[in-house]
């Protein structure tokens, strides 16, 4: 494999990093009404949008492994932690496979709250150079689709505003958005 290879896999790599953080965290959540259910939704969706939701924000920072390279695509795997509300500390991993020709990319995470607590997520992402070498700017629209403990049967969905490292496959930022706790209203 040639050089050019290398550098598109490492620039792969930095897009989609599991978005992480050490700066300050946001200060409100992104607005997220849009992702709500309708009334008119299916049964779960009713019971979904009929649980108040909550903000969820919190800063995160994590490094990437990829893996599955083809001329077109890499699958790029980040765990990581931050601090996040309802979450505390927490730890996340993340598999999400990236399209080079728009770089973008879709996947799943998996993330842990301090007390073992857990929800899922599907990630819809994009990404653009920042103008320093090797750097990008990632936006990850992570939508949650349930988990365990008082995050069984939760719904929402946040925002990851991150930069990457293509060079110290690094990557980190902050998120915001609204999380459904159904287990925690019964």
Do not use: K, Y
Request: aromatic share 6%.
């Amino acid at each position: 494999m040639g050089s050019s290879f290398t550098a598109v896999v490492f620039i792969g790599a930095a897009l989609l990093l599991g978005g992480c953080s050490q700066g300050a965290a946001p200060a409100g959540p992104t607005s997220v009404a849009s992702a709500g259910a309708s009334l008119t939704s299916s049964p779960p969706a009713v019971a979904a949008a009929a649980t108040p939701r909550v903000p969820l924000t919190g800063t995160m920072r994590g490094t990437d492994v990829d893996s599955d390279p083809t001329p077109t695509t890499i699958v790029v795997t980040t765990e990581g932690g931050g601090t996040a509300t309802h979450l505390g500390q927490f730890s996340f991993t993340e598999r999400v496979t990236l399209t080079f020709a728009t770089l973008t990319a879709v996947g799943t995470s998996h993330w842990v709250a301090a007390n073992g607590d857990s929800f899922d997520t599907t990630i819809e992402a994009s990404g653009q150079p920042t103008g320093t070498p090797g750097e990008f700017s990632i936006t990850d629209i992570h939508t949650i689709t349930g988990g365990t403990g008082r995050f069984a049967g939760a719904h929402g969905r946040f925002i990851v505003e991150r930069v990457a490292s293509a060079i110290t496959l690094t990557t980190s930022g902050s998120f915001a958005g609204t999380i459904s706790l159904p287990a925690a209203a019964d």
